[in-house]
């Protein structure tokens, strides 16, 4: 018997509803101390803990709804990035600084460089980052999410970065669910579905 194409819709919804919401959340006396723990941290590299931070910092002000802890710890990922002069390692932390700063004029400059970080980078994969956030950003502010989210997916349609595509096709996903599109919606969660299963790389979790 054939699904019937909206029931395969919300399987696939209630799926991704599972893999994507987080398990639990950390305990609120303690959670102040998480930044402190990443940094330092011995056994990852500082481009992971700068990423670590980042996460954090987001989770922080949405999770907490304390904005300034989680200026203080992207503070904590700018102080090590300016030890290097690879700008790569600052595109987490303008990522994360588009839905954590609250004065809309230091938002557009964050905006502007994050945006040249990002045709400037020679990884495709902190590129196609780079697209994805913009376009997660977009879809709260603007009207070019789309756009942002193809732009990600063209970075790196044909690469083995499974996490970052599920993510990306996961996105696309939901864009076009809430513009009621629902043919495109199970088509790109199926993509998205389908590049879980890929999946056999976990290190790249964290950079996606």
């Known amino acids: 018997m054939r699904m019937d194409k909206f029931a395969k819709y919300y399987i ?5 509803t599972l893999i994507i919401t987080p398990s639990g959340a950390a305990d609120i006396t303690a959670y102040k101390d998480s930044a402190n723990n990443i940094r330092n941290n011995k056994q990852i590299s500082e481009s ?13 002000n ?3 709804n304390d904005n300034a802890e989680a200026q203080n710890i992207i503070v904590q990922a700018q102080n090590i990035a300016n030890k290097h002069s690879n700008n790569d390692l600052k595109l987490p932390i303008y990522g994360a600084s588009l839905f954590i700063e609250q004065d809309v004029s230091k938002v557009i400059l964050i905006l502007d460089v994050y945006k040249q970080y990002i045709e ?21 502010q603007g009207t070019e999410a789309l756009q942002y989210y193809f732009k990600a997916l063209d970075e790196i349609k ?18 076009y669910r809430g513009n ?15 590049a879980v ?8 979790i964290a950079e996606a």
Do not use: M, T
Request: charged share 25%; proline share 1%; net charge negative.
């Open 180 to 194: 009621e599109d629902y043919e495109n919606a199970i088509k790109y969660f199926q993509l998205a579905l389908d």
């Open 48 to 60: 992971l803990k700068i990423v670590q931070l980042c996460n954090w910092a987001l989770y922080v």
């Open 120 to 140: 400037q980078s020679k990884n495709p994969l902190a590129r196609a980052i780079g697209w994805k956030n913009l376009g997660e950003f977009d879809r709260e």
């Open 158 to 175: 044909d690469s083995d970065h499974y996490v970052a595509l599920r993510n990306i096709y996961h996105n696309i996903g939901a864009y």
């Open 197 to 204: 299963l890929k999946s056999d790389n976990q290190h790249e």
């Open 12 to 16: 696939l919804l209630l799926f991704f």
């Open 62 to 64: 949405q999770g907490y």
